[in-house]
C-alpha cells in the first residue's frame, strides 16, 4: 500500500523560509518521480515543482529562484526547501506520485505566510 505523508508546514512571516518533506512507504521510491502541488480553498490543484528518478526537475513559474525540490533515495522522502515566502504562497502543499495508471496524494500540509 502506498503511502505518502508530509510534514514541515507551518506559520512564517513574508520572506522567511520553510522545509517541507513527504516520506514514502510501499513504493520502490527511487525510481519514481515526484511532485508538490499546493491548492487553495476553491481553486484547482496546482504543480510547485517535481523531481524526477534521475533528480531532474522543473519549476512553476511563481516559485522559479525560491523554491527548490530534491530527494533522498535512502530515506525515501522528497524535499521541498521554501525561501523568500510570499503571503500568496499560503495554500495547503500535497506531495504525489504515480504508480503505473493510478496517482497517489499525502494528506497535505498547511503553509501559511503572514505579511
Known amino acids: 500500500q502506498v503511502q505518502l505523508v508530509e510534514s514541515g508546514g507551518g506559520l512564517v512571516q513574508a520572506g522567511g523560509s520553510l522545509r517541507l518533506s513527504c516520506r514514502a512507504s510501499?513504493?520502490?521510491?527511487?525510481?519514481?518521480?515526484m511532485g508538490w502541488y499546493r491548492q487553495a480553498p476553491g481553486k484547482q490543484r496546482e504543480l510547485v515543482a517535481a523531481?524526477?528518478?534521475?533528480?531532474?526537475?522543473n519549476y512553476a513559474d511563481s516559485v522559479k529562484g525560491r523554491f527548490t525540490v530534491s530527494r533522498d533515495n535512502a530515506k525515501n522522502t522528497v524535499y521541498l526547501q521554501m525561501n523568500s515566502l510570499k503571503p500568496e504562497d499560503t495554500d495547503v502543499y500535497y506531495c504525489?506520485?504515480?504508480?503505473?495508471?493510478?496517482?497517489?496524494w499525502g494528506q497535505g500540509t498547511q503553509v501559511t505566510v503572514s505579511s
Open positions: 504525489k506520485t504515480r504508480r503505473g495508471v493510478f496517482d497517489y
Open positions: 510501499g513504493i520502490i521510491f527511487s525510481i519514481y518521480a
Open positions: 523531481i524526477t528518478s534521475a533528480g531532474i526537475t
